[in-house]
């Protein structure tokens, strides 16, 4: 009995891996012929300078209108892409668009030359051959200044080859671009070899602001994570922000800068400008 059980759960977990095979290989397919339709958008999420309360600016955060399954968010397509080798390509289509959409709205509103962009690049992409000459191009091409570009990589990155990363590292910062530590906390870096790295930013990990008014350790955590930065000449900022309470206790830890729903969500560029000024105009309000 005991082995007609094992050989039929063994027979619907193949049929189960073939149809997931099946899936994949055809979400594969499709996301190639999206790359070629542009049916990629770019969604922008405000950060906020918590001292000012006003927006420093935008992350970039690839979406796909797939024809029959509507938009899809890159949790459900970024493991297929980069399973395929197509990380790269849409990680760089996300900085062309995002450099190019950010110079068109810059030709109306004066606050716009003073907002950064922020950019995702996966950590196979990073440390790819190339990384460097596309950013130079893109920045020659788009004429998006160098030193308001932030690339967000994650913790990954630096766990790869050490020298060949540190000079990718130290030619991206020669470009005048800055380099962003994505979702810190959730990796492996120990904090003592963090100062190697010309790394600028910090960005604090939604779950430990998630849990840092319930949670003792998280909250210790999060205000560790300031203090250092703060002795590191680094900024930080908090992603994740959703309430009121978590924004005010991130501004009293001396935190210089949050993301969040609570601000904004990721939204198309036009929407997203629209929070910038509401954001300013509450601001001169205040001032
Ligand atoms: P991330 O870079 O850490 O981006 C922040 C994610 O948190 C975004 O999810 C954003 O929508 C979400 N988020 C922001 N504020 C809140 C909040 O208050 N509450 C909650 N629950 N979530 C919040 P999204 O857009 O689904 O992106 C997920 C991840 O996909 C990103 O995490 C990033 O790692 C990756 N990603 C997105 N776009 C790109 C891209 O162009 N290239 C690469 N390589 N990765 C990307
Ligand atoms: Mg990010
Ligand atoms: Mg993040
Ligand atoms: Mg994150």
Not at 180 to 187: E, M, P, S, V
Request: charged share 25%; with cysteine.
């Amino acid at each position: 009995r005991a082995k007609a059980a094992g050989r039929g759960s063994s027979q619907v977990f193949s049929a189960e891996m073939r149809e997931q095979t099946i899936r994949e290989g055809r979400l594969e397919q499709e996301l190639r012929a999206a790359l070629v339709r542009d049916e990629l958008q770019v969604v922008y999420q405000p950060i906020i300078d918590l001292r000012t309360g006003r927006a420093a600016g935008f992350e970039a955060l690839v979406r796909w209108q797939h024809p029959r399954r509507g938009l899809l968010g890159p949790g459900e397509f970024l493991p297929v892409a980069a399973e395929s080798g197509l990380e790269q390509q849409i990680d760089r289509w996300v900085l062309r668009r995002a450099c190019l959409d950010m110079m068109a709205w810059k030709q109306g509103h004066p606050r716009s030359r003073l907002l950064t962009l922020s950019v995702n690049f996966s950590a196979e992409h990073f440390s790819a051959p190339g990384t460097v000459d596309f950013l130079q191009d893109v920045l020659h091409e788009t004429g998006f200044d160098p030193a308001r570009l932030h690339i967000e990589i994650t913790e990954s990155v630096l766990l790869g080859q050490t020298q060949a990363i540190l000079q990718t590292l130290q030619q991206v910062q020669a470009l005048g671009v800055k380099l962003h530590l994505d979702d810190f906390g959730t990796g492996y870096s120990s904090l003592s070899y963090l100062h190697h790295y010309p790394l600028d930013t910090l960005k604090i990990d939604r779950s430990f602001v998630l849990s840092m008014l319930e949670n003792r350790s998280s909250a210790e955590l999060v205000r560790t994570i300031v203090a250092m930065t703060r002795n590191m000449n680094l900024s930080a900022v908090a992603e994740g922000v959703e309430n009121q309470e978590q924004f005010a206790a991130l501004q009293a830890l001396g935190c210089e800068f949050a993301q969040g729903y609570f601000f904004s969500r990721p939204l198309p560029l036009a929407d997203a400008c629209q929070v910038v000024e509401e954001l300013d105009a509450r601001q001169d309000d205040r001032e």
